[in-house]
């Protein structure tokens, strides 16, 4: 059945929402779904450059994030173990347009580094910027929720990964790296295969 997507600020977006219930319990996804920001890619590289001196100078190792697959991770729309259903992808590029087009973009600064124990991760996390990436992640989340979507309350973190699997890094202050938050993307992670497919891709409001 037909849901009216209808937000503050947004254009109503007539959409079907088709929840992940191809996905077993205790099945690891193979597909999972979810919108995130990008880095351009001036950004990406100098972001880089700089994991890769965090890396040296405090012997983190592990293996790096490539520079085509840093991110801040905002919102999951699902996860499936075959190819994600076309009705989901439709309805999640609708979210994207109605969001991106009354969304600012805005500068982000990583001040600090640091391990999440739990996934093994090598993290920058955001300081400047950090309401605003909040505010953008709770307009998706209530989009989503209103076709119908997962819209679960977790703890939220912005932080954009580094690398997985090295040594575990106590949180380190870094010279504050700044780059402007300006593409929302809709990404569907190719889980085990360090790919991720970009299917919907919104420059933010300038």
């Known amino acids: 059945m037909s849901e009216q997507l209808s937000l503050p600020g947004f254009e109503s977006v ?18 999972n779904v979810f919108f995130a920001l990008l880095p351009s890619a001036e950004a990406g590289v100098e ?12 012997g983190i190792g592990g293996k790096a994030v490539s520079v085509d697959r840093l991110h801040i991770s905002l919102r999951g729309v699902g996860g499936y173990l075959d190819v994600p259903p076309p009705e989901v992808v439709r309805t999640a590029r609708f979210i994207g347009d109605a969001v991106a087009a009354s969304a600012d973009a805005f500068d982000i600064v990583f001040d600090h580094a640091m391990s999440f124990r739990n996934a093994a991760a090598f993290v920058l996390c955001v300081g400047e910027g950090l309401e605003e990436v909040k505010a ?28 997985y699997r090295g040594k575990v890094a106590q949180t380190h202050a870094i010279a504050p790296l700044r780059w402007t938050a300006s593409t929302l993307a809709l990404i569907d992670s190719h889980v085990g295969e360090s790919h991720y497919e970009v299917m919907g891709s919104w420059s933010l409001r300038r």
């Open 47 to 58: 972001i880089a450059r700089v994991a890769a001196q965090l890396s040296q100078s405090l």
């Open 136 to 163: 953008l992640r709770f307009r998706l989340g209530l989009a989503i929720a209103n076709a119908g979507g997962p819209n679960k309350a977790n703890a939220f973190s912005p932080h954009m990964t580094l690398s």
């Open 14 to 31: 007539t959409s079907n929402f088709i929840r992940p219930t191809n996905v077993l319990r205790r099945v690891w996804p193979r597909h």
